[in-house]
Protein backbone atom coordinates (compact mmCIF):
# COMPACT_ATOMS: atom_id res chain seq x y z
CA UNK A 1 0.00 0.00 0.00
CA UNK A 2 1.43 3.22 -1.03
CA UNK A 3 -1.28 5.76 -0.29
CA UNK A 4 -2.48 6.62 2.58
CA UNK A 5 -6.43 5.72 3.81
CA UNK A 6 -7.78 2.31 4.16
CA UNK A 7 -6.50 -0.89 2.65
CA UNK A 8 -8.18 -3.35 0.98
CA UNK A 9 -11.39 -4.98 1.80
CA UNK A 10 -10.17 -7.39 4.48
CA UNK A 11 -13.59 -9.40 6.07
CA UNK A 12 -11.42 -9.84 9.22
CA UNK A 13 -9.25 -7.04 10.12
CA UNK A 14 -8.96 -3.54 9.22
CA UNK A 15 -5.72 -1.94 7.99
CA UNK A 16 -5.76 2.03 7.82
CA UNK A 17 -2.53 3.88 7.30
CA UNK A 18 -1.76 8.01 7.75
CA UNK A 19 1.35 10.07 8.28
CA UNK A 20 3.71 7.22 8.88
CA UNK A 21 1.15 4.89 11.29
CA UNK A 22 -0.27 1.89 10.11
CA UNK A 23 -3.40 0.68 12.66
CA UNK A 24 -3.68 -3.12 12.16
CA UNK A 25 -7.31 -3.81 13.76
CA UNK A 26 -8.58 -7.36 14.61
CA UNK A 27 -12.12 -6.90 13.45
CA UNK A 28 -14.35 -9.83 15.05
CA UNK A 29 -15.69 -7.86 17.89
CA UNK A 30 -19.33 -10.22 17.97
CA UNK A 31 -16.71 -13.45 18.49
CA UNK A 32 -14.11 -11.32 20.72
CA UNK A 33 -11.44 -11.20 17.74
CA UNK A 34 -10.45 -14.43 17.87
CA UNK A 35 -8.58 -16.10 15.15
CA UNK A 36 -9.78 -18.21 11.80
CA UNK A 37 -7.74 -18.64 8.81
CA UNK A 38 -8.92 -16.05 6.86
CA UNK A 39 -7.97 -13.71 9.53
CA UNK A 40 -4.68 -15.43 9.34
CA UNK A 41 -3.85 -15.07 5.58
CA UNK A 42 -5.25 -11.44 6.54
CA UNK A 43 -2.93 -10.43 8.74
CA UNK A 44 -0.43 -12.04 6.60
CA UNK A 45 -1.10 -9.84 3.49
CA UNK A 46 -1.79 -6.81 5.98
CA UNK A 47 1.61 -6.92 7.50
CA UNK A 48 3.45 -7.86 4.19
CA UNK A 49 1.94 -4.85 2.70
CA UNK A 50 3.03 -2.62 5.90
CA UNK A 51 6.60 -4.29 5.75
CA UNK A 52 6.85 -3.56 2.18
CA UNK A 53 5.74 0.31 2.20
CA UNK A 54 8.94 2.26 2.64
CA UNK A 55 5.91 5.39 4.54
CA UNK A 56 5.21 3.37 7.12
CA UNK A 57 7.27 3.86 10.04
CA UNK A 58 5.34 2.46 12.66
CA UNK A 59 2.74 -0.72 13.29
CA UNK A 60 -0.17 -0.53 16.07
CA UNK A 61 -2.21 -3.56 16.12
CA UNK A 62 -5.45 -3.48 18.04
CA UNK A 63 -8.64 -5.17 18.19
CA UNK A 64 -12.15 -3.68 17.59
CA UNK A 65 -14.59 -2.97 20.44
CA UNK A 66 -14.61 -3.04 24.35
CA UNK A 67 -14.12 -6.98 25.09
CA UNK A 68 -11.63 -8.37 23.69
CA UNK A 69 -8.16 -7.50 22.07
CA UNK A 70 -8.09 -11.45 20.57
CA UNK A 71 -9.56 -14.25 22.87
CA UNK A 72 -7.39 -17.23 21.07
CA UNK A 73 -8.19 -19.38 18.46
CA UNK A 74 -12.37 -19.74 17.27
CA UNK A 75 -14.57 -21.99 19.06
CA UNK A 76 -15.70 -23.52 15.52
CA UNK A 77 -12.14 -23.75 14.61
CA UNK A 78 -11.25 -25.81 18.02
CA UNK A 79 -14.85 -27.85 17.82
CA UNK A 80 -13.31 -29.32 14.36
CA UNK A 81 -10.00 -30.45 15.66
CA UNK A 82 -11.35 -31.37 19.38
CA UNK A 83 -14.73 -32.51 19.69
CA UNK A 84 -13.89 -36.57 18.46
CA UNK A 85 -12.30 -39.14 20.21
CA UNK A 86 -8.95 -37.83 19.28
CA UNK A 87 -8.16 -34.84 18.73
CA UNK A 88 -7.38 -34.17 14.73
CA UNK A 89 -3.72 -33.33 15.58
CA UNK A 90 -2.87 -32.86 11.24
CA UNK A 91 -5.20 -29.93 10.96
CA UNK A 92 -3.89 -28.63 14.02
CA UNK A 93 -0.46 -28.99 13.05
CA UNK A 94 -1.29 -26.71 9.66
CA UNK A 95 -3.09 -23.88 11.53
CA UNK A 96 -0.39 -23.87 13.96
CA UNK A 97 2.20 -23.25 11.59
CA UNK A 98 0.11 -20.38 10.18
CA UNK A 99 -0.39 -19.25 13.03
CA UNK A 100 3.30 -19.13 13.54
CA UNK A 101 3.80 -17.32 10.49
CA UNK A 102 1.84 -14.67 11.34
CA UNK A 103 2.95 -14.04 15.03
CA UNK A 104 6.92 -14.24 13.02
CA UNK A 105 5.50 -11.59 10.59
CA UNK A 106 4.61 -9.88 13.16
CA UNK A 107 8.41 -9.82 15.54
CA UNK A 108 9.85 -9.43 11.98
CA UNK A 109 8.54 -6.20 11.30
CA UNK A 110 10.64 -3.69 9.98
CA UNK A 111 9.16 -0.70 11.69
CA UNK A 112 8.75 -0.90 15.53
CA UNK A 113 5.58 -2.63 16.49
CA UNK A 114 2.67 -1.53 19.12
CA UNK A 115 0.48 -3.62 21.01
CA UNK A 116 -2.53 -1.03 22.07
CA UNK A 117 -4.40 -4.07 24.32
CA UNK A 118 -7.96 -2.14 24.97
CA UNK A 119 -9.36 -5.30 26.53
CA UNK A 120 -8.70 -9.24 27.49
CA UNK A 121 -5.46 -10.92 25.27
CA UNK A 122 -5.30 -14.64 26.16
CA UNK A 123 -3.74 -17.66 24.12
CA UNK A 124 -3.09 -16.71 20.07
CA UNK A 125 -4.44 -12.78 21.43
CA UNK A 126 -1.20 -13.24 24.26
CA UNK A 127 0.82 -15.02 21.62
CA UNK A 128 0.56 -11.53 19.29
CA UNK A 129 0.68 -9.28 21.97
CA UNK A 130 4.33 -10.36 23.36
CA UNK A 131 5.51 -10.33 20.00
CA UNK A 132 5.02 -6.69 19.57
CA UNK A 133 8.30 -4.62 20.21
CA UNK A 134 5.87 -2.08 22.58
CA UNK A 135 2.44 -2.98 24.50
CA UNK A 136 0.31 -0.73 25.83
CA UNK A 137 -2.74 -1.77 28.05
CA UNK A 138 -5.79 -0.21 29.33
CA UNK A 139 -5.68 -0.27 33.08
CA UNK A 140 -9.17 -2.22 32.83
CA UNK A 141 -7.80 -4.57 30.35
CA UNK A 142 -5.99 -8.31 31.52
CA UNK A 143 -4.22 -10.64 29.86
CA UNK A 144 -2.44 -14.16 30.21
CA UNK A 145 -1.91 -17.13 28.25
CA UNK A 146 -4.34 -18.88 29.69
CA UNK A 147 -4.21 -22.37 28.21
CA UNK A 148 -3.32 -25.04 30.94
CA UNK A 149 -6.95 -24.44 33.04
CA UNK A 150 -8.30 -26.12 29.65
CA UNK A 151 -5.62 -28.85 29.56
CA UNK A 152 -3.32 -27.43 26.50
CA UNK A 153 -0.29 -25.18 25.82
CA UNK A 154 0.93 -22.46 23.89
CA UNK A 155 1.50 -23.22 20.23
CA UNK A 156 2.56 -19.89 19.16
CA UNK A 157 5.90 -19.00 20.69
CA UNK A 158 4.81 -17.94 24.16
CA UNK A 159 7.07 -20.41 25.90
CA UNK A 160 10.14 -18.80 24.34
CA UNK A 161 9.17 -15.17 23.61
CA UNK A 162 7.17 -14.67 27.75
CA UNK A 163 10.26 -16.40 29.07
CA UNK A 164 12.48 -13.93 27.25
CA UNK A 165 10.83 -10.94 28.43
CA UNK A 166 10.03 -11.67 31.99
CA UNK A 167 12.51 -13.98 33.16
CA UNK A 168 12.35 -17.79 33.52
CA UNK A 169 10.24 -18.43 36.87
CA UNK A 170 7.99 -15.75 36.46
CA UNK A 171 7.43 -16.88 32.97
CA UNK A 172 6.68 -20.18 34.25
CA UNK A 173 4.71 -19.79 36.86
CA UNK A 174 2.20 -17.14 34.12
CA UNK A 175 2.58 -20.27 32.05
CA UNK A 176 1.66 -23.32 33.75
CA UNK A 177 -1.11 -21.88 36.01
CA UNK A 178 -2.89 -20.16 33.25
CA UNK A 179 -3.37 -17.40 35.38
CA UNK A 180 -4.67 -13.50 33.80
CA UNK A 181 -2.52 -10.53 34.96
CA UNK A 182 -3.79 -7.57 35.37
CA UNK A 183 -2.49 -4.12 33.41
CA UNK A 184 -0.66 -3.05 36.70
CA UNK A 185 1.09 -6.88 37.03
CA UNK A 186 1.74 -6.72 33.01
CA UNK A 187 4.05 -3.25 33.67
CA UNK A 188 5.79 -4.96 36.40
CA UNK A 189 6.55 -8.19 34.97
CA UNK A 190 8.08 -6.33 31.69
CA UNK A 191 5.07 -7.76 29.40
CA UNK A 192 3.78 -3.89 28.98
CA UNK A 193 5.42 -0.87 29.17
CA UNK A 194 2.74 1.38 30.46
CA UNK A 195 -0.84 1.06 31.68
CA UNK A 196 -3.53 3.57 30.47
CA UNK A 197 -7.15 4.78 31.25
CA UNK A 198 -9.33 3.27 29.10
CA UNK A 199 -10.38 6.29 27.74
CA UNK A 200 -7.16 7.44 26.50
CA UNK A 201 -5.42 4.70 25.76
CA UNK A 202 -5.96 5.43 22.12
CA UNK A 203 -4.64 9.26 22.27
CA UNK A 204 -1.71 7.85 24.45
CA UNK A 205 -0.82 5.48 21.79
CA UNK A 206 -1.16 7.92 19.01
CA UNK A 207 1.19 9.88 20.77
CA UNK A 208 3.51 7.33 21.35
CA UNK A 209 3.57 5.89 17.60
CA UNK A 210 3.97 9.60 16.68
CA UNK A 211 7.16 10.21 18.82
CA UNK A 212 8.45 6.94 17.37
CA UNK A 213 7.82 7.59 14.03
CA UNK A 214 8.94 11.34 13.70
CA UNK A 215 12.72 9.81 14.46
CA UNK A 216 14.29 11.24 11.46
CA UNK A 217 15.97 8.90 9.03
CA UNK A 218 16.10 5.20 8.81
CA UNK A 219 17.51 4.54 12.07
CA UNK A 220 15.08 2.80 13.68
CA UNK A 221 14.49 0.31 11.04
CA UNK A 222 18.19 -0.73 11.42
CA UNK A 223 18.22 -0.38 15.59
CA UNK A 224 15.50 -3.21 15.84
CA UNK A 225 17.26 -5.10 13.23
CA UNK A 226 20.48 -5.00 15.45
CA UNK A 227 18.23 -5.58 18.83
CA UNK A 228 16.47 -8.74 16.88
CA UNK A 229 19.30 -10.19 15.76
CA UNK A 230 21.85 -9.71 18.49
CA UNK A 231 19.31 -11.97 20.55
CA UNK A 232 20.83 -15.32 22.10
CA UNK A 233 24.35 -14.47 20.55
CA UNK A 234 27.57 -14.04 22.66
CA UNK A 235 28.05 -9.90 23.41
CA UNK A 236 31.28 -10.12 20.82
CA UNK A 237 28.26 -11.47 18.58
CA UNK A 238 25.24 -9.11 19.68
CA UNK A 239 27.89 -6.11 18.93
CA UNK A 240 29.08 -7.28 15.37
CA UNK A 241 25.37 -7.39 14.59
CA UNK A 242 24.98 -3.87 15.79
CA UNK A 243 28.10 -2.78 13.77
CA UNK A 244 26.97 -4.18 11.13
CA UNK A 245 23.30 -2.59 10.99
CA UNK A 246 25.11 1.16 11.74
CA UNK A 247 27.53 0.39 8.52
CA UNK A 248 24.15 -0.45 6.77
CA UNK A 249 22.60 2.36 7.81
CA UNK A 250 25.15 4.95 7.17
CA UNK A 251 25.53 3.60 3.25
CA UNK A 252 21.88 3.49 2.57
CA UNK A 253 20.41 6.09 4.30
CA UNK A 254 21.01 10.31 4.62
CA UNK A 255 19.75 10.27 7.57
CA UNK A 256 23.20 10.59 9.22
CA UNK A 257 24.37 13.02 7.33
CA UNK A 258 21.69 14.90 7.44
CA UNK A 259 20.81 15.02 11.51
CA UNK A 260 24.29 15.54 11.71
CA UNK A 261 24.17 18.78 10.02
CA UNK A 262 21.31 19.58 11.33
CA UNK A 263 23.16 19.14 14.79
CA UNK A 264 25.64 21.29 13.95
CA UNK A 265 22.94 24.00 12.98
CA UNK A 266 21.23 23.88 16.25
CA UNK A 267 24.88 23.89 18.18
CA UNK A 268 25.66 27.30 15.98
CA UNK A 269 22.33 28.65 17.39
CA UNK A 270 22.91 27.76 20.78
CA UNK A 271 26.25 29.01 21.18
CA UNK A 272 25.92 32.23 18.68
CA UNK A 273 22.29 32.95 17.93
CA UNK A 274 20.84 32.41 14.24
CA UNK A 275 23.45 34.95 12.49
CA UNK A 276 26.09 32.18 12.63
CA UNK A 277 23.98 29.56 11.41
CA UNK A 278 24.89 30.52 7.30
CA UNK A 279 28.41 30.71 8.83
CA UNK A 280 28.42 26.94 9.99
CA UNK A 281 27.01 25.84 7.04
CA UNK A 282 29.26 27.36 4.66
CA UNK A 283 32.39 25.93 6.57
CA UNK A 284 30.89 22.09 6.06
CA UNK A 285 29.76 19.82 8.17
CA UNK A 286 33.20 19.30 9.47
CA UNK A 287 33.54 22.34 11.38
CA UNK A 288 33.17 23.27 14.75
CA UNK A 289 30.89 21.37 16.69
CA UNK A 290 31.14 18.38 18.85
CA UNK A 291 31.50 14.94 17.19
CA UNK A 292 29.17 12.24 16.15
CA UNK A 293 28.80 8.89 17.99
Not at 85 to 110: K, S, T
Not at 129 to 153: K, N, Q, S, W
Amino acid sequence: MTEEGKGPAYGTILLDRADGIAWVTLNRPDRLNATTEQMHHELLDAFARVAEDGSTRVLVLTGAGDRAFCIGSDLGFLTEVLDGEEADADLFAAYLERLNQVVFALERMPVPTIAMVQAKARASGFEMVVACDFVLIAEEARIGDVHTPYGHMPGAGATHRTVRKMGLQPAMELLMTGRWLSAAEAVDKGLALRAVPGDRLREETASFARTLADVPGDCLRHLKSAVMGGLGRTVEEAVAVETSAYLALLRSSSGPVDGFRAGQRDRAVRRAGPASVEAVAAAGPDQGGEPSP
